[in-house]
Every structure is written in structure tokens, then in C-alpha cells.
């Protein structure tokens, strides 16, 4: 009797799918378990693409102006076999991705969308208020002898940088690079990092990015700019599992040594900005992820990607009256180094890019329509404008991570990031916190702001020049 009740409830439940839904998919099947993250990435011309983590064997349904499908597997769940780091290999373990990421392109044409009841933020045409921050996961590094107080909210501030410009209800939201510091375990008896994770696996992602970073994904589509901290060696197989906008691709995952030269370099592509008034704005983002502190031989292969890749910034930003230049190491930005006297060194910026750039925009670097450039990788904010011709140099690789030493102020005379650029202005800070653009008409607005929103400094960008001041 009770295998015919079986059959009969079945049968019934067969018929109710047909007649309304033709077929019982396994959306309505599956029984999804909780999304661990979800979130939206603008990719080439400003594609938006929804993502998902979670640890279900299926990937959760999207919803986008009412209608539901089943999210595209990106990348499955896997533990890859340790591979050369750069640590050494006793220091090292396998990564273990025990999640699957999903995807989805988001219509031009959606204006609600949601992952399982998580509401996505939306593009817009023309976004007006862009916070940026950059270098904020909490650094565990054997090599330098360092191990930041990643339990110590006051240590590692990246949580309440986030809630902080989440606050600030941004349009969209530019990460200019390294979100991933955690390589090497915490001492034994060191409390303030722990029972951290380590490594390059997913929990450590999770831990170093995703859940600080929770309000700011929550808030507004994000850009993603790759840092160093990202390279192949370090976490490039997390990277291109959870953040790159483009495809995952077999040989381009970081997983195999031998790839690497796949993995580590990519083409730049813009995300435009719209136009308000006369004048339409893109963001042109350049991976620098692999540049070396040494200029590249010209036979060099990466000498050669670069040049490339210079090549196109050139055409690229011909497609926008105003272009911010988006990268991890600042080409126009200073660095401070401690010496063993007390003194402090001062170095400019990236020789290795300037000096490929120099072939091909001999004086300014950039092409003509690149009126800023944004970086961070220094762990400050910068602020430096010229009075030649080059474009106005930001850096917000203030984030949370280890802060750098502060570049003594005023700067002498003839210090210069880059041979015939004449500094204007320079102002940095090493407060923690992030940048704000806000677009009102034809000009930016460009502040810095501590974790607590107290205003660090402001620029206003308008036909060409930038003029800045500090709030120290």
C-alpha cells in the first residue's frame, strides 16, 4: 500500500510540473545550500558579470528582472597540487579551492537582479561617486619577518574601511590591487595573528577579502585591478578563480609553473565611464602584476608583452575625452626607504614601465587623453600633481595592510618620480582608508578619507589640470 501511495504522489507531482512548467527542472529539484559570496565585476567595455562562491555541487539560481536561471560553472571545486611559491616549500602547502564559482553576464536590459535573495548592485551609465582602495588584506609573511594582528580590528582595519566607504553609497567601487597577503603561517605564541588561515586556498580568500569585504560588494559593481600579491607564484590561482572579469581558461589559471607566462600578463581593456555634459570618461585598467623592480632587457618577453600592451593603452584611450590610467605599481608616485643611518631613501616610480612607456610617449609617458593615473601598491595615499605635462598621479594603497614608511614632506626641489616631470604638489598619509571621484559636470572630485571618514585630502580635476590640497 505504501509504495502505491509512492507512486500515486509522484505521478501527481510529475503532472503538476508538466502542466505548469512543461518539465521539473533541477531548479526546483535542488534544495540549494547558503551562497558563501555574491557579487557583481565589471569586465572589457563594462560587461557586468555576476559572481557566486558556494560550497553546493550546484551552481544557485539568478534572477534578473523576475525570470530565474541556473549561474555558469567558472571554476569547480579542486585541491591544486602545491606548486613553486614564493616561499620556500616547507612554507608552502596545496591550495584547496573546496568551493565552486559561478557566473553569469548580466543583461544591459536588467534593472533588478538577485543570487538566492542576495539583491546585486547594479551598473550605471555614467556613475558618479567611485570609491578606491587598494592593498587591504592583512600581511603574513615569513620572508619580511612580519605578521600583522589579523584578529585586531585596530591592526587590520580592511573591515572598517569597507563598512566605512560602503557608507558612502557609492556607484562603483575600483580595487587597484593585492587583496591577498596571508602566504605564510603565524608563528606558534604569536596571539595577534592566531588561528588565521594561511596559504592560497579558499579559506584564506575568505578570510583576507570576501567577509571584510562584504559591505563594499554589497554596495556597488566592483573593477578589479591586479597586484603583485595576485602574481602566479603568490595567489594567481585565486585570482583568476574568484576575481578576473575574463573567461578561466586552462593554462591561464596559474595552477602549472610552466603556464606562468599565460597567467601572469593581460591584455589592458576600458570600462567607460559614460558621458556627462561634453565629455565621456573611461577607466583603462592595465595588469602590472609581474613588473620587476629592474628595467627589462628589449629582448626580454616581458619587455616585449608590455610594449604591446602600451601600444593599446596609446589606441584605447582615444575612445574617451578623459581616461583615468588604473594600475597596481605607480609609474608617477614616490617610495621612502629606512637606511641603516636613520636617513630615508626616496625612489620614484616604476622604471621598468617608464621605460617602455618612453619609446612610445617619450616626454609624458601617456597618451594625451590620460588626464590621472591611480595605483597603489605604496601603502599610503598620494597626491601628486606637475606643472609639466603629465597626468596627476593617485595612490591608494592605503587599504589595511602593513602601512609604508610615510615620504618626508616637503619634497626637495628637484625630486622627481620621473626624469622632466617638475612636482607641483605632493601631499601622502598614512592613515588607513580609501579614495572617493565624484563626477559634477565636467570635473572630479578626488578626496581621501581615514577608516573613520575624516577627510585626509582633495583635488578637483577640471580641463586637464588637477589642483590638490592636504587636510593634515
Not at 587598494?134 to 585586531?152: E, H, I, V, W
Not at 586552462?250 to 610552466?258: H, P, S
Request: aromatic share 8%.
Amino acid at each position: 500500500m505504501y509504495h502505491r501511495v509512492s507512486l500515486m504522489l509522484q505521478r501527481l507531482g510529475a503532472l503538476v510540473c508538466v502542466s505548469a512548467l512543461a518539465a521539473c527542472s533541477s531548479l526546483e529539484r535542488h534544495t540549494p545550500v547558503p551562497v558563501q559570496a555574491a557579487w557583481v565585476v565589471l569586465g572589457e567595455q563594462g560587461q557586468a558579470i555576476a559572481r557566486a562562491i558556494t560550497a553546493d555541487t550546484l551552481c544557485p539560481s539568478i534572477t534578473q528582472n523576475g525570470v530565474s536561471q541556473r549561474m555558469q560553472v567558472r571554476a569547480a571545486a579542486a585541491t591544486e597540487a602545491q606548486r613553486k611559491t614564493v616561499s620556500k616549500p616547507e612554507d608552502s602547502k596545496p591550495s584547496v579551492f573546496a568551493v565552486l564559482t559561478c557566473e553569469l553576464a548580466i543583461s544591459t536590459t536588467t534593472t533588478s537582479a538577485s543570487i538566492e535573495g542576495i539583491s546585486l548592485p547594479l551598473p550605471k551609465a555614467a556613475p558618479q561617486k567611485i570609491v578606491i582602495i587598494g592593498d587591504t588584506g592583512c600581511r603574513l609573511q615569513k620572508s619580511s619577518a612580519y605578521f600583522q594582528g589579523c584578529n585586531d580590528t585596530s591592526t587590520w582595519a580592511f573591515n572598517e574601511v569597507a563598512k566605512m566607504a560602503a557608507s558612502f553609497t557609492p556607484d562603483l567601487v575600483v580595487h587597484v590591487g593585492d587583496y591577498h597577503y596571508r602566504e605564510n603561517a603565524c608563528p606558534e605564541g604569536d596571539r595577534v595573528c592566531a588561528g588565521s588561515a594561511w596559504g592560497f586556498g579558499w579559506d584564506t580568500w575568505k578570510e583576507d577579502f570576501f567577509t571584510p569585504a562584504a559591505p563594499l560588494l554589497a554596495a556597488a559593481p566592483w573593477v578589479v585591478v591586479r597586484g603583485n600579491h595576485e602574481s602566479c607564484p603568490r595567489a594567481g590561482q585565486g585570482w583568476w578563480r574568484f576575481m578576473d572579469p575574463r573567461a578561466l581558461q586552462a593554462g591561464r589559471d596559474c595552477n602549472n609553473e610552466v603556464d606562468d607566462v599565460r597567467g601572469d600578463y593581460s591584455a589592458p581593456y576600458t570600462v567607460p565611464l559614460g558621458r556627462i555634459g561634453t565629455e565621456q570618461a573611461q577607466l583603462i585598467i592595465f595588469d602590472s602584476s609581474k613588473v620587476p623592480y629592474k628595467v627589462l632587457a628589449k629582448a626580454d618577453t616581458a619587455y616585449q608583452i608590455y610594449m604591446e600592451q602600451f601600444k593599446s593603452v596609446n589606441q584605447l584611450a582615444e575612445q574617451a575625452d578623459v581616461n583615468f590610467f588604473i594600475n597596481h605599481h605607480p609609474i608617477l608616485g614616490f617610495g621612502a626607504d629606512p637606511q641603516k643611518d636613520g636617513s630615508v631613501k626616496l625612489f620614484g616610480g616604476s622604471l621598468p614601465l617608464q621605460d617602455v612607456m618612453q619609446t612610445l610617449n617619450a616626454k609624458r609617458l601617456f597618451p594625451a587623453k590620460v588626464q590621472a593615473t591611480i595605483s597603489g601598491h605604496v601603502h599610503l595615499f598620494e597626491a601628486i600633481t606637475f606643472d609639466t605635462d603629465h597626468p596627476a598621479q593617485f595612490v591608494s594603497g592605503n587599504g589595511g595592510s602593513s602601512l609604508s614608511l610615510l615620504v618626508p614632506e616637503p619634497l626637495a626641489k628637484d625630486a622627481t618620480p620621473v626624469a622632466g616631470a617638475h612636482v607641483a604638489h605632493f601631499s601622502n598619509s598614512d592613515e588607513v582608508g580609501f579614495m572617493t571621484m565624484e563626477r559634477i559636470n565636467n570635473s572630479w572630485k578626488i578626496e581621501a578619507w581615514n577608516q573613520h571618514g575624516k577627510r585626509i585630502a582633495d583635488c578637483l580635476m577640471q580641463a586637464g589640470k588637477t589642483h590638490c590640497r592636504s587636510k593634515q
